[in-house]
């Protein structure tokens, strides 16, 4: 267990093929349907190599969901292998009490069965419970409490399970996004990456019980006690972004800075965001943020084939502190306190790019959804991914996605805007030469002819 917003574990088994001809060429796992909604990932290694297998996720079973592991070799009769299971879960355990006052601790429990859910028959097993703060209680009390930080169910050789609780103090911050969207649009014209980011943030620590106190926060500010108060959000962006802003839904953001990149600190800044009041547990936030960077750095054109190759951030990282120092650096803003229920992702290509191939991190899908802009003339495409339970760490892995890019299309948006222009050009000269009076059409004589007529009256009159 890592803190009360992510919640990793591993499960070492030894299996042992007890058939007397058959050969195992796959191992099941089994996810308990109330856990299953809220796991981020599933990772199998063989515990001798080191060697990942590959997880493939299967049918519902019962009240499990299945998950099968494709081993490197057939198990033999008799043979016996070493496994390691590695979960990890989002926002799992819940705050108890539900509501604290405004500088009391967080506590948080932790439940679940005495054995770990299998489709095989357990002969023997041991559970160790480790905690990020204090051990406060468990169930049942004929566990060991290892130190301040552990708890220890078992060994059990029954397959009878039972249900086991941990109580723990966490003071620090634990946020969830209920919503993040990411939109990425590429532009080979101006070598321009924009990034747009929204979000729907929730403290998810215990509620506020009787109601927030300006007062106290003061109080603890100066005095240095800590308190239950999200005071301020940090976003990694890349040292070279520019033209950064943002937009608070409910206009309630009343500080916002950048640092800068310190010696020896990765290659980002932190854009800090500070709402007008902090985020006690239960209360949410809603903004949208933006910058931009250059193309050159994410996109590559393959020497093998004329294709183009664009790595991109698969997540954002966004942190929940609370300190109001005046300049928080990126150390803090790698706190990996934030997790994503609800995730979407959207690249949208230049208009012309064509014969476009993603390649996620993951098992999943990409949807190609056709959409036209301003002065479009044949629209681009958005590439759409949807993902649930994202773990901060999945901000370090990319999508890449190649695609195919005449040089010629580059000039298609002036090309449509000059049409356009011209179109407008000939529109206007046309109508310039239009009358709109109601006099009639009919031409009157010229003064010179009219000079003419009476000349010639006159004449005739002296002859």
């Given at each position: 267990m890592t803190n009360a917003s992510l919640n990793g574990g591993q499960v070492g088994v030894v299996v042992q093929n007890e058939h007397d001809s058959k050969i195992y060429k796959t191992y099941t796992i089994s996810v308990p349907m109330d856990k299953a909604p809220k796991l981020s990932q599933v990772s199998v290694h063989e515990r001798k190599s080191g060697e990942e297998l590959d997880v493939t996720k299967e049918s519902i079973s019962g009240n499990t969901q299945l998950y099968r592991a494709t081993l490197r070799r057939g198990l033999q009769p008799g043979e016996k292998l070493s496994l390691n299971i590695d979960y990890l879960f989002v926002s799992l355990v819940e705050p108890r009490p539900k509501s604290v006052g405004q500088s009391e601790d967080q506590s948080w429990l932790w439940e679940d069965q005495s054995l770990v859910a299998s489709v095989y028959p357990t002969r023997k097993q041991k559970t160790v419970v480790k905690t990020r703060g204090d051990v406060l209680r468990f169930t049942p009390l004929d566990a060991a409490k290892d130190g301040r930080h552990s708890v220890v169910f078992g060994p059990y050789t029954t397959e009878k399970s039972s249900r086991v609780e941990v109580g723990f103090k966490d003071n620090k911050e634990q946020m969830e996004a209920v919503t993040h969207r990411r939109e990425y649009f590429v532009s080979h014209w101006a070598n321009d990456l924009n990034v747009l980011e929204h979000y729907a943030l929730r403290n998810r620590g215990p509620e506020l019980s009787g109601g927030f106190d300006k007062v106290d926060q003061m109080v603890s500010k100066y005095m240095k006690r800590r308190d239950n108060l999200v005071k301020t959000l940090l976003v990694k962006v890349p040292a070279d972004a520019r033209e950064m802003y943002f937009v608070d839904e409910i206009g309630n953001v009343s500080t916002s800075a950048v640092s800068g990149r310190r010696k020896g600190e990765e290659p980002f800044k932190v854009l800090q965001l500070r709402p007008?009041?902090?985020?006690?547990?239960?209360?949410?936030?809603?903004?949208?943020?933006?910058?931009?960077?250059?193309?050159?750095?994410?996109?590559?054109?393959?020497?093998?084939?004329?294709?183009?190759?664009?790595?991109?951030?698969?997540?954002?990282?966004l942190a929940g502190c609370a300190s109001q120092e005046g300049e928080l650096t990126v150390a803090m803003a790698n706190a990996q306190n934030t997790v994503v229920r609800a995730y979407e992702l959207?690249?949208?290509?230049?208009?012309?790019?064509?014969?476009?191939?993603?390649?996620?991190?993951?098992?999943?899908?990409?949807?190609?959804?056709?959409?036209?802009?301003?002065?479009?003339?044949?629209?681009?495409?958005?590439?759409?991914?949807?993902?649930?339970?994202?773990?901060?760490?999945?901000?370090?892995?990319?999508?890449?996605?190649?695609?195919?890019?005449?040089?010629?299309?580059?000039?298609?948006?002036?090309?449509?805007?000059?049409?356009?222009?011209?179109?407008?050009?000939?529109?206007?000269?046309?109508?310039?030469?239009?009358?709109?009076?109601?006099?009639?059409?009919?031409?009157?004589?010229?003064?010179?002819?009219?000079?003419?007529?009476?000349?010639q009256a006159a004449a005739g009159k002296a002859d």
């Open positions: 007008r009041y902090p985020m006690p547990g239960g209360w949410n936030y809603t903004w949208w943020h933006g910058y931009s960077v250059p193309l050159d750095r994410y996109l590559k054109l393959s020497s093998a084939q004329p294709r183009h190759l664009l790595r991109l951030p698969f997540i954002g990282s959207r690249v949208t290509l230049p208009e012309g790019a064509r014969d476009i191939d993603v390649k996620l991190p993951f098992a999943g899908q990409a949807l190609l959804q056709p959409t036209k802009y301003y002065f479009d003339s044949v629209g681009r495409t958005v590439i759409v991914i949807k993902h649930e339970n994202i773990a901060p760490a999945m901000s370090s892995r990319h999508i890449l996605v190649s695609y195919s890019y005449a040089p010629l299309t580059l000039w298609m948006k002036p090309a449509v805007v000059a049409a356009a222009l011209f179109m407008v050009f000939m529109l206007a000269s046309a109508a310039s030469r239009m009358q709109y009076g109601l006099t009639s059409s009919a031409k009157k004589p010229s003064n010179t002819a009219s000079k003419a007529a009476k000349k």
